[in-house]
């Protein structure tokens, strides 16, 4: 969350367009607290907001591209609409530390399946 998809790692040096890896490192730290007090009803769903931290990189081997010195970070908040298949959710995320090249995205939309 906070940058484009597909958008981090090493690029491509003829267009500069980001070309993927062979390594990958991600993770994401998220609490969700109800904005909502009325009666819970599974079927119906419940308001929550959400705070995260998220970060990660691609690359190729440690010889080769950005490696994990070079990781993205961002932070952020968001709502989501809880309900007994999954959660959907609007965030709004910043990154943490700016990379020129970098390409951001600050407002995201996403659905988690449950399981």
């Given at each position: 969350?906070?940058?484009?998809?597909?958008?981090?790692?090493?690029?491509?040096?003829?267009?500069g367009y980001p070309i993927g890896?062979?390594?990958?490192?991600?993770?994401?730290?998220?609490?969700?607290?109800?904005?909502?007090?009325?009666?819970?009803?599974?079927?119906?769903?419940?308001?929550?907001?959400?705070f995260f931290i998220d970060g990660?990189?691609?690359?190729?081997?440690?010889?080769?591209?950005?490696?994990?010195?070079?990781?993205?970070?961002?932070?952020?908040?968001?709502?989501?609409?809880?309900?007994?298949?999954?959660?959907?959710?609007?965030?709004?995320?910043?990154?943490?530390?700016?990379?020129?090249?970098?390409?951001?995205?600050?407002?995201?939309?996403?659905?988690?399946?449950?399981?």
């Amino acid at each position: 969350r906070g940058y484009a998809q597909n958008s981090l790692g090493p690029r491509d040096i003829a267009t500069g367009y980001p070309i993927g890896g062979r390594e990958l490192l991600v993770g994401s730290i998220e609490t969700a607290t109800p904005l909502w007090s009325g009666d819970f009803d599974p079927q119906r769903g419940r308001l929550v907001g959400l705070f995260f931290i998220d970060g990660g990189n691609v690359w190729n081997g440690m010889n080769g591209g950005t490696g994990p010195s070079r990781a993205r970070f961002s932070f952020g908040t968001g709502v989501g609409w809880q309900m007994p298949f999954g959660t959907i959710k609007l965030n709004l995320a910043l990154p943490i530390k700016r990379y020129s090249g970098d390409s951001y995205q600050p407002v995201q939309f996403q659905f988690n399946a449950g399981f």
